[in-house]
C-alpha cells in the first residue's frame, strides 16, 4: 500500500482486514493516495477472540507493571525514530499543516508515551488497609480487560496514544478502530507494534467504517468501550454498550467559550485563542468556538482578532510555512460552509472569511477562516459545532452575564479565561460548568492532568493518573485478624 510521499506500509500481525478496500483521498487534492482493505464481522470476531485469548491465558494481564512499562518505553523509542514519517502521513490524509502535525499531531503523542510510563511508575497498583472491623484490606488494581478504543480522524494519533498507552499500562487488550478517513497513521503505528514484539493479541487494529465500529461495542467479548467522537455517535455507542452492561466512556462535542474579562489585553486574546481555536483548521474538540467579550471593548477584540485571522497562511498541508489546511473531507467543507451562510442569515456581522476558496487555491476541501461579530448566544452557529476555522464573538454585560452564557450550552468539555488577574480569573473559571479550563490560554492537554467532559460532551477522564485508573477494576481482599 503505497501513498503519495512513497512510504511503504505493511498490513502488520495486528492488522485485521480482508473485506472490500477503500480508498483514502488527498483533502489537498481530492485525489486517492491509498488504498486501504477493511474489516469485515469475521475480522471484528477474530480481533475479540486474539485480544480475549492474549488477555485470559496469554501473559500480558498477569505481566508486572514494570514489564509493561518497559515494553511501552520501547514503543515511545520506535516511535521517536520514525517521527517524520508518521508526521507525513496524517499531513496526507488528513490535511494537518506539516509544522502543526510535527509538533501536535506526532510530537504530543511521543511526549504521552513517556509520561503515562512515569505515572504508572508512580501508580498504587496494589495497598493493603486496616479495615473497620479489624481485618486487613487487601486492595488490588487489576485490568478492565479487552477495551475497544474508537477515534475520530482529527487528532487521530494523540487520541490513539490517550487509550491505547494506559490500556496497556494497566494491563488490558486492545482493539482499535481508526476513522475511515485516517487509516494510514494507525497501520504505520501497528508497524511499530510489531517491531516491539508485544504477545499475538495484545493489540489489534480494524480499518474501516461506522458499522465495523457498531459491531464492536456492542459485542459482548468486550470489557470496555472508549470512544472519541460527535455527541450523536456516542449516544448510539452508550446505547449499545448498556445492553451488555460494557463499561463505557465518551469524549464528546463541545462549544467552548472563551471569557474575555474586561482587563485583557486584546492583542493577546487573538494570539490566544487563534492558536486554541485554529489550530487544524478548527477541527479540535476542544476548541474555544465562542468568543465573550465585554460589550463596551467588543469592537476592540473583534479588530485584533480580525488581524491574527486575516494574516494567516492557507494553502498546501506539505508547505512548512502553512498554518491552515483543508478540511478533513468535501462533506465537512460543506458543512462548515453551511453555517456560515446560516450565520449571515442569523443577522451575525460577518467580519472576515466566508464560503470562498482562499486565495490562490482551485481546489482542496478548503474553507477561509471566518470570524461573526456582534452575534448572540441564541445563534445557531453559537450552540452548535460547527468543527471548522469558525469563530463568534458574543457581548456580554458583566461577569455573572459571562459567566451564564459560557453556561447556556449543550456541552462543557473546554473552556478559558482571559484576565490580568489570576485570581479573578480561577474564581470565574470555578463558576463555569466543564471539564477543563484554561487560563489565559486554551486547555493544554496536560499529560498529568485529568482531561474529559460534562453534559453533552460526555464522561470519563483521559490522561493523568486517572486516564490509568479508567482501565482498572478494584478488587478487595479481606483476611480474618
Request: hydrophobic share 45%; net charge negative.
Amino acid at each position: 500500500m503505497e501513498q503519495d510521499l512513497g512510504l511503504r506500509i505493511a498490513p502488520g500481525r495486528c492488522v485485521l482486514a480482508h473485506a472490500d478496500a477503500f480508498e483514502v483521498i488527498s483533502p489537498h487534492t481530492e485525489e486517492p493516495i491509498a488504498e486501504v482493505a477493511a474489516a469485515g464481522p469475521a475480522d471484528v470476531e477474530a480481533a475479540v477472540g486474539a485480544a480475549r485469548a492474549a488477555l485470559d491465558s496469554g501473559p500480558w494481564g498477569k505481566a508486572d507493571p514494570a514489564e509493561r512499562i518497559a515494553a511501552v518505553r520501547r514503543l515511545a523509542d520506535v516511535y521517536d525514530r520514525r517521527r517524520a514519517e508518521m508526521a507525513g502521513v496524517i499531513t496526507a490524509e488528513i490535511g494537518a499543516p506539516i509544522a502543526f502535525a510535527q509538533r501536535a499531531q506526532v510530537g504530543l503523542p511521543a511526549m504521552m508515551m513517556r509520561a503515562f510510563c512515569d505515572l504508572a511508575e508512580r501508580h498504587t497498583w496494589t495497598e493493603t488497609r486496616r479495615g473497620f472491623f479489624g481485618a486487613d484490606v487487601h486492595v488490588r488494581k487489576e485490568p478492565v480487560g479487552v477495551v475497544a478504543a474508537i477515534v475520530p480522524w482529527n487528532m487521530p494519533q494523540f487520541l490513539i496514544a490517550t487509550k491505547l498507552v494506559p490500556a496497556l499500562l494497566a494491563g488490558c487488550t486492545v482493539i482499535l478502530k481508526p476513522a475511515p478517513e485516517s487509516p494510514l497513521d494507525a497501520l504505520l503505528l501497528a508497524e511499530m507494534i510489531d517491531e516491539i514484539e508485544l504477545p499475538r493479541g495484545v493489540v489489534n487494529v480494524l480499518p474501516g467504517d461506522s458499522a465495523v465500529g457498531g459491531l464492536l461495542v456492542s459485542h459482548p467479548g468486550v470489557d470496555k468501550v472508549s470512544f472519541t467522537g460527535s455527541t450523536a455517535a456516542g449516544r448510539a455507542v452508550a446505547t449499545a454498550c448498556a445492553a451488555n452492561l460494557t463499561k463505557v466512556s465518551l469524549e464528546l462535542g463541545g462549544k467552548s467559550a472563551a471569557i474575555v474579562l474586561d482587563d485583557a489585553a486584546p492583542e493577546s486574546v487573538a494570539a490566544g485563542v487563534r492558536s486554541a481555536s485554529l489550530s487544524n483548521s478548527g477541527q479540535i474538540c476542544n476548541a474555544l468556538t465562542r468568543v465573550l467579550v465585554p460589550h463596551h471593548r467588543h469592537d476592540e477584540y473583534v479588530d485584533a482578532l480580525a488581524a491574527e485571522i486575516t494574516a494567516l497562511r492557507v494553502g498546501d498541508p506539505s508547505d512548512p510555512g502553512t498554518q491552515l489546511g483543508p478540511l478533513v473531507s468535501r462533506r465537512q467543507q460543506h458543512r462548515v460552509r453551511d453555517y456560515i451562510r446560516l450565520g449571515r442569515d442569523e443577522g451575525a456581522r460577518l467580519v472576515t472569511g466566508g464560503t470562498e476558496m482562499p486565495d490562490g487555491l482551485d481546489r482542496g476541501w478548503y474553507v477561509t477562516p471566518t470570524l461573526f461579530a456582534s452575534a448572540d448566544n441564541a445563534m445557531r452557529i453559537a450552540r452548535e459545532e460547527i468543527f471548522g476555522p469558525v469563530l463568534t464573538v458574543i457581548p456580554y454585560r458583566d461577569d455573572d452575564d459571562a459567566v451564564a452564557m459560557a453556561n447556556d450550552s449543550d456541552y462543557g468539555l473546554a473552556g478559558a479565561v482571559w484576565t490580568a488577574d489570576t485570581d479573578r480569573a480561577l474564581s470565574i473559571a470555578a463558576r463555569v460548568r466543564s471539564g477543563t479550563l484554561g487560563v489565559n490560554q486554551g486547555y493544554t492537554m496536560d499529560p498529568f492532568a485529568p482531561f474529559g467532559g460534562v453534559k453533552g460532551s460526555g464522561y470519563g477522564r483521559e490522561l493523568g493518573p486517572e486516564g490509568i485508573d479508567s482501565y482498572l477494576e478494584t478488587k478487595s481482599i479481606a483476611v480474618s485478624p
